[in-house]
T-cell receptor
Framework: GEQVEQLPSSLIVQEGASVLINCSYT??????FPWYKQEPGKRLQFIIDIRSNMERKQNQRLTLLFDKKTKHLSLHITATQPGDSAIYFC????????????FGAGTRLAVCP | EAAVTQSPRNKVTVTGGNVTLSCRQT?????MYWYRQDTGHGLRLIHYSYGAGNLQIGDVPDGYKATRTTQEDFFLLLELASPSQTSLYFCASSGGGETLYFGSGTRLTVL
């Protein structure tokens, strides 16, 4: 089945820095890639997504890049704030998989004021 | 925003114990999911369902049963709990689109 890998597993940055979270997947039939954020002690929340027919998507300080050829995604967060401290999950939606998402292991981001 | 409510928030049981985790969504979503979250593994899908009476096997189903009694309610059952099932469990729902709405989680400890 589909496998999703995320790197790094953790990041510590100063407020205002930019960060890059990388994600790779194995099944070329995956067509949709949502990302979720989990703040400490809270539920996962959707933050941004991209489809396999796109290369880039931006939502305020978040930019998601997609390379279909290398099966790689990267999430870029600019001007980080302490409120960005959370675990970020990449996920992949396999075409025809009956609405099943496969998640990466997550990247724990800590933004220090 | 979609409302997904899990109960209990925390549960402690002993090895061999019987545990039921509950999930209710109030947004008429067809799809419901049970995931477990463990450090280093992210979220792994246990079971899911696309409607009352339907059940699909996820990626890590061993030791778990599930039942979807109504469109709103999805239960996860551990009939002989083991320490390896100590984890944070999340329920989620979706309306057939790709965005999942998650509950707040149930932390289960098996002693």
């Amino acid at each position: 089945g589909e496998q999703v890998e995320q790197l790094p597993s953790s990041l510590i940055v100063q407020e205002g820095a930019s960060v890059l979270i990388n994600c790779s997947y194995t099944d070329s039939a995956s067509v949709y890639f949502p990302w979720y954020k989990q703040e400490p002690g809270k539920r996962l929340q959707f933050i941004i997504d991209i489809r396999s027919n796109m290369e880039r998507k931006q939502n305020q300080r978040l930019t998601l890049l997609f390379d279909k050829k290398t099966k790689h995604l990267s999430l870029h967060i600019t001007a980080t704030q302490p409120g960005d401290s959370a675990i970020y999950f990449c996920s992949a939606w396999l075409s025809g998989s009956f609405n099943k998402l496969t998640f990466g292991a997550g990247t724990r981001l800590a933004v220090c004021p | 925003e979609a409302a997904v409510t899990q109960s209990p928030r925390n549960k402690v049981t002993v090895t061999g114990g019987n545990v039921t985790l509950s999930c209710r969504q109030t947004n008429s979503h067809n799809y419901m999911y049970w995931y477990r979250q463990d450090t280093g593994h992210g979220l792994r899908l246990i079971h899911y369902s696309y409607g009352a009476g339907n059940l699909q096997i996820g990626d890590v189903p061993d030791g778990y049963k599930a039942t979807r009694t109504t469109q709103e309610d999805f239960f996860l059952l551990l009939e002989l709990a083991s320490p390896s099932q100590t984890s944070l469990y999340f329920c989620a729902s979706s309306g057939g689109g790709e965005t999942l709405y998650f509950g707040s989680g149930t932390r289960l400890t098996v002693l």
